[in-house]
């Protein structure tokens, strides 16, 4: 990760955005609302990060980066039986106009090897990272609100998030 470059993005993001998520005028085709990551405690390994995605155009999310933990990945979770399992997938479909959500139970953002643990009303900087159909390479950079569980609004409350890594 370049992460000296990546911290001087952020750093204009912050400067030209406040609060809600935001996107660059050459970020991907692609809208992000209700975007939230979970506040973790002194000690805890991993979090979530959560959000609705709205393609303009067909994309793949194919990656995520973040200074804040050492892997952050796109996961899926799965009724395995009676169990709910979740795993790391390469790539996530988002349909053009077609609003995909990741949430707690479903699709998530996996934060693992947090180097500090997300403090509530904090700020999360999350990049995402798309392709389109021709190959090419977008991303999206996202300050990402920390919150003890979803916006008020959102989606019903959160299932416990049984983690097998
Ligand atoms: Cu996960």
């Not at 700020?123 to 190959?135: D, M, R, S, Y």
Request: proline content about 7%; charged content about 15%; hydrophobic content about 45%.
């Amino acid at each position: 990760m370049k992460l000296q470059g990546f911290a001087a993005v952020v750093a204009m993001c912050s400067a030209l955005f406040s609060g809600a998520v935001l996107a660059h005028p050459d970020a991907a085709h692609v809208e992000a609302q209700n975007a939230w990551a979970r506040a973790s405690v002194p000690g805890q390994q991993g979090s979530g990060a959560f959000m609705r995605l709205t393609a303009k155009e067909p994309l793949t999310l194919v990656g995520v980066e973040t200074p804040v933990a050492g892997v952050a990945e796109v996961h899926e979770m799965k009724m395995d039986g009676d169990v709910m399992r979740m795993r790391a997938i390469e790539a996530l479909e988002l349909p053009q106009g077609v609003a995909v959500d990741l949430k707690p139970g479903g699709y998530h953002i996996m934060l693992q090897q947090l180097k500090a643990p997300l403090a509530k009303d904090t700020q999360a900087p999350i990049t995402l990272v798309f392709k389109n159909a021709k190959g090419e390479v977008s991303r999206l950079h996202l300050q990402v609100p920390v919150r003890m569980a979803a916006p008020a609004g959102g989606d019903a409350p959160p299932a416990q998030h049984g983690h097998m890594h």
